[in-house]
């Protein structure tokens, strides 16, 4: 075993915070704000272009004190320099996990099985490099020598979402390259997409570590298809390049080995956006800009590596969450980024989070009987604050929310920017506040109703308050603060996995799925129904008769 082994609940800490947990849960914000008026100054932190503000969550310096010991109980600071070091702690799969090591600088030396990986990673770097330069320049070119227009990422899961969400978050940094992510094995995604490009200007990007995921090899055969049906076959070797760490995989397919990027088995799916798997992301911003997005990340893993945990941002994060989920017992948590740009940041992160920490079974093989991985869910303010905004103010259940914002706009329009800053400080401030009933009444008495039906009326328009959020206050969306922002996520998967007790790099809850469909397939294909229950072979028989 090389993590701790540690169950949370059986620590003096946890004990503590559960009768903590009594004292503090019926205290209203407002009332924390009245007791300590400096809250703003002691629960907040700066660090680069961050200004992180935790301040109205249902803590007090006992809490902060409390979650800390159980921090230092389950041993994280070990843990984080196994992490950092290159251990196999990815122990169900015999893996290191060293996507920090992706974004170290050419001086580091890392070591898995005694070798030194940062020369493969420089030269992999450089590989990326050359090759989206000469893409965007026009010193590549398709087989008609027309220049790139068009770039089509096909992957699906860790292969897709992370080179999506970025190019979208950093859309404003990006050349005259269109980007387009098929990733779904729903063929209506891929023919919508390959109606609208040309083959003599389309460059396919297959990302795929495995180069086995049967979305991904489909769409790369129907794409490859349609290419060879437009352009010679001999074409290929122009339009077709793979991002894989299964290189015979992909010869098989018939990419040349020239044209492969590789990655290695330590480099997780979720958190490979910062290997060659970020290859669509350097031909949409340039190669520069993608390489600011690893130094921030980089920047934020020294925070996190060299930090102690009263300033450390992802360990307090992490144990914020924990607080809510395991002592309030919260079902979800809301990311609300006050940015367009943004809109792909909570999905990217449901992964993330979900696929990491959504764990039952703890590191001594145990089932475990606590609470793990949060649901994470949200969209961009101040969109979300017309939808479902309603239910985190007036609904039953308490949802922490965090908010994310930029003190700048990219284009500069200052009166936008007020009006959405204005929005997102109104929203952190309404959810604390909240609204008594009497300040209801107070803007109904002008109204011409009777006093009894503004009584009535003020109970629907009350606000309890007391709904906790936190605040990340960023300078600007720059492809450096969005990588701090994306390892800052990265390092409190990790603080939290560790503290449940789970292992947070394995996914083999997304196996059993595959298996099933995988002879649900051969049935649909040869008219078989096997042996299923009751509901599924109707279902079956349904969809058959429609073939
Ligand atoms: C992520 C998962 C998963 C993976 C996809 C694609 O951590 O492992 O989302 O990225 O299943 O896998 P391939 O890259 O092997 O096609």
Redesign the pocket.
């Known amino acids: 075993m090389i993590l701790p082994t540690i169950n949370p609940t059986t620590t003096t800490a946890w004990e503590a915070l559960k009768s903590h947990y009594k004292t503090i849960k019926d205290t209203h914000l407002k009332d924390l704000f009245t007791q300590h008026p400096d809250r703003a100054t002691i629960f907040s932190t700066e660090w680069n272009d961050f200004y992180i503000d935790y301040s109205k969550n249902r803590i007090d310096q006992t809490t902060k004190k409390l979650l800390l010991d159980l921090a230092k109980e389950t041993k994280l600071d070990q843990a984080i320099q196994h992490y950092f070091e290159g251990s196999f702690i990815n122990e169900t799969e015999n893996r290191a996990v060293l996507h920090t090591a992706l974004r170290a600088p050419e001086s580091c030396h890392i070591t898995v099985d005694d070798k030194d990986i940062i020369p493969e990673i420089t030269s992999v770097k450089e590989k990326i490099k050359s090759f989206s330069n000469q893409v965007i320049s026009g010193a590549l070119t398709g087989y008609t020598g027309k220049t790139f227009t068009d770039i089509v990422n096909i ?5 897709d979402l992370g080179p999506a969400m970025i190019t979208e978050s950093l859309a404003y940094y990006k050349n005259h390259l269109t980007l387009h992510f098929i990733s779904n094995v729903d063929g209506d995604h891929i023919h919508q997409n390959l109606k609208e490009l040309n083959p003599e200007t389309t460059l396919f990007v297959v ?4 180069f086995s ?1 049967q979305e ?1 090899i489909s769409n790369a055969t129907t794409a490859r298809n349609w290419f060879t049906q437009h352009a010679p076959q001999d074409a290929v070797s122009k339009h077709f390049v793979a991002v894989s760490s299964t290189i015979s995989n992909v010869t098989e397919f018939g990419i040349a080995e020239d044209n492969i990027f590789p990655l290695w088995d330590w480099v ?3 958190f490979s956006l910062w290997s060659a798997v970020g290859l669509s992301i350097s031909l949409s911003i340039g190669y520069k800009n993608y390489d600011a997005l690893l130094t921030g990340a980089y920047e934020m893993d020294e925070h996190f590596k060299n930090t102690s945990f009263e300033e450390n941002i992802p360990v307090l994060l992490g144990l914020l969450s924990i607080w809510y989920n395991n002592f309030f017992e919260v079902e979800s948590e809301a990311i609300i980024p006050y940015s367009q740009y943004l809109h792909r940041l909570p999905a990217y992160l449901q ?1 993330g989070i979900m ?1 990491s920490n959504g764990k039952s079974i703890d590191r001594n093989g145990d089932p475990i009987d606590y609470q793990t991985g949060t649901i994470i869910w949200g969209e961009p303010g101040t969109n979300a604050q017309h939808a479902f905004f309603q239910l985190i103010h007036q609904g039953t259940k308490l949802i922490p929310t965090e908010f994310i914002g930029f003190k700048n706009s990219l284009f500069g329009d200052q009166d936008h920017q007020n009006k959405l800053m204005a929005n997102f400080f109104a929203q952190t401030e309404a959810l604390m506040n909240g609204k008594t009933k009497n300040e209801a009444l107070g803007e109904l008495t002008s109204s011409t109703s009777s006093e009894e039906q503004q009584q009535k009326l003020a109970s629907f328009k009350t606000f309890i308050g007391n709904k906790p959020t936190t605040t990340i206050l960023i300078d600007k969306l720059t492809p450096r603060n969005l990588g701090a922002l994306i390892a800052m996520y990265e390092h409190r998967i990790f603080v939290q996995g560790i503290i449940w007790n789970i292992f947070s790099y394995d ?1 083999w809850g997304v196996e059993l799925g595959k298996q099933l469909a995988t002879a649900i397939l051969s049935e649909i294909d040869t008219d078989q129904i096997g042996n299923h229950d009751a509901s599924t072979t109707t279902l079956l028989h349904h969809y058959l008769r429609n073939k």
């Open positions: 992957g699906i899961g860790g292969s990302v795929s570590k495995t995921t991904t997780g799916g979720r992964q696929e996914q």
